[in-house]
């Protein structure tokens, strides 16, 4: 799992791309133990921007007790997002740009999930509570 894309995602899902540190560390919990479909997704992300470092490049600010986006972290994350055409090199927006104009947040759209993901938790539950069984005997 890539932690720099995971924050960038995790905060862009937030009210005007800002989380405390707790609700930070809940939800890179949750992402990091959900298995390798976001592991290799972040992972996926991060080489279309290899030198990404969200602080040094201005893409997430530190703001009291928690962090928030910025109109350029938006931005790379939309560009980490893109599907590039075929012909088209890969290119960083990360050398030194103006900075993008402030605009109202838009919702992102939520993760998409294999349709099968319900039944693979349900299985696994099923499958944690027979070991549970099997050793309480």
């Not at 862009?12 to 989380?19: E, I, L, R, W």
């Not at 540190?21 to 298995?35: F, N, P, Q, V």
């Not at 947040?105 to 099968?116: E, I, M």
């Amino acid at each position: 799992m890539n932690f720099q894309v995971t924050v960038l995602k995790i905060l862009v899902s937030y009210p005007d791309g800002f989380a405390v540190m707790e609700d930070l560390k809940r939800d890179m919990a949750i992402l990091a133990t959900s298995g390798r479909d976001w592991a290799d997704r972040t992972k996926r992300l991060a080489a279309r921007v290899p030198d990404l470092d969200i602080f040094s490049h201005g893409l997430v600010e530190s703001i009291s007790s928690g962090w928030q986006i910025t109109a350029k972290g938006r931005a790379v994350l939309e560009f980490m997002e893109a599907r590039p055409a075929a012909t088209e090199p890969i290119q960083a927006p990360l050398v030194e740009e103006a900075p993008a104009p402030i605009v109202a947040p838009t919702q992102v759209p939520p993760l998409r999930q294999p349709p099968d993901r319900a039944k693979r938790r349900r299985e696994r539950r099923r499958e944690a509570r027979e070991r549970a069984r099997a050793n309480a005997s």
